[in-house]
T-cell receptor
């Protein structure tokens, strides 16, 4: 996970409260992504960013918003957390100017909404 | 709809034995296929990547194969070690208007026992 860190690693929050997860990279990669991982599902894309202030929705974006004011930081906000958003959230980075379009993932944030 | 199916869902093998994990996909137009290893509580880490023209790629004791005609891939682990206990995720990318659309499988959970 060198070059990409997520915070916090664990969080418990109450239904209806806002929550912000942070992803920080030191690789200067252009693309950043937020995924959620749930049992029985593959990683599902929530939102992604292809540059500062350039973001777009993924397949499960409802209830989530993102912001990217600097290349190195990508924030995921749950405006009003619900129990269905209990999940493990992964941030990933990639540099499509390279040959492999490979992803580097963070270590994840385990979010529990009670 | 792009899909990636992995089998088996879980597998238990004795240390030192070999095993093969399977991945079938219906992703089009195909760009590349990756295998990731995900240790418990960590983010996925890339093991191999194969493009359309490659049918075998090795990374130490891990060997991935790709049959683009039948849209199947396998990951073979030789002389398994306890540290191989993890989930293995097949990820297939499709070209979509200059952007790589990525579909994740749900993974095979491998447990290596002494």
């Amino acid at each position: 996970d060198a070059g990409i860190t997520q915070s916090p690693r664990h969080k418990v929050t109450e239904t209806g409260t806002p929550v912000t997860l942070r992803c920080h990279q030191t690789e200067n990669h252009r693309y950043m992504y937020w995924y959620r991982q749930d049992p029985g599902h593959g990683l599902r894309l929530i939102h992604y960013s292809y540059g500062v202030k350039d973001t777009d929705k993924g397949e499960v974006s409802d209830g989530y918003s993102v912001s990217r004011s600097k290349t190195e930081d990508f924030l995921l906000t749950l405006e009003s957390a619900t129990s269905s958003q209990t999940s493990v959230y992964f941030c990933a980075i990639s540099d499509p100017t390279g040959t492999s379009y490979g992803y580097t993932f963070g270590s994840g944030t385990r979010l529990t909404v009670v | 709809k792009n899909q990636v199916e992995q089998s088996p869902q879980s597998l238990i093998i004795l240390e030192g034995k070999n095993c093969t994990l399977q991945c079938n996909y219906t992703v089009s137009p195909f760009s590349n296929l990756r295998w990731y290893k995900q240790d418990t509580g960590r983010g996925p880490v890339s093991l191999t990547i194969m493009t359309f023209s490659e049918n075998t790629k090795s990374n130490g004791r891990y060997t991935a194969t790709l049959d683009a005609d039948t849209k199947q891939s396998s990951l073979h682990i030789t002389a398994s070690q306890l540290s191989d206990s993890a989930s293995y995720i097949c990820v297939v990318s499709a070209n979509s208007g200059g952007y790589q659309k990525v579909t994740f499988g749900t993974g095979t959970k491998l447990q290596v026992i002494p």
